[in-house]
């Protein structure tokens, strides 16, 4: 079970009116290397993974799901006073027939999110390395997110957002030494 | 800025490239690709600055800067910025 908490991990600020990066950033919302793909990887390899490493994947996916919030946020701020007309300017004339501005998981090209682009092979080591690619994946996104984008407020959300892919890129790297190191032999950290 | 984690390469340039070519491209290596296992007692940053920045320890913090309104990773003199 969860216990939700009503803030942000992270403050988010949008200070430039610029609906056409809502729809950049969607990418991270329904993407193949987006939050919502990561927090569902992990928290579905949790069942079929060694003991030792399932609180990293249950940690990391939890932090997923409060990733996913501040992308929504951004995405919600860029949109909530768009116009019809700016709408359609910034590229979102087709989300907006099909969703007004609720927000939908899709990736910036409007191609819906699937349950294809993440993967749970029950092999410790396949998962692993997957969900290290996964956040390598997804700090490079936030990379060129950073670069499509001059409001220095936004970025600050996003160069948070990449840290944190980074930190957990580490922590999965752990994860695999922890399962190759299982061989009976008692190791302390 | 310089920024240590930043490496570059240098392209192919073709003689009938249809574009002006951009003489480098830049990517980052985290630090964090240097470490198997995180050890003990490692420096922290303040709390503040921890959660400003994403992470608590300087050893895994990765600086990156927006290439927007910037000439693609060169200077005016062809180097890398
Ligand atoms: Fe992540």
Redesign the pocket.
Known sequence: MWIYEKKLQYPVRVSKCDPYMARLLLEQYGGADGELA?ALRYLNQRYTIPDKVIGILND?GT??FA?LEMIATMVYKLTKDATPDQLKAAGLADHYVNHDKALFYQNAAGVPWTASYIQAKGDPLADLYEDIA??EK?RATYQWLIDMTDDVDLQDGLKFLRE??IV?STRFREAVEIIKDDRGKKRFF | MVNSQVRVYKPFIGPFDPCPPLPYRTYVVPPNQYIVFQPLDWPQFSLAEALKLGTLWPNLYSPYESKSKRVEEVGSDGEPV
């Open positions: 990561a990391i932090e997923e990733h996964a956040e997804a944190r892919e957990h």
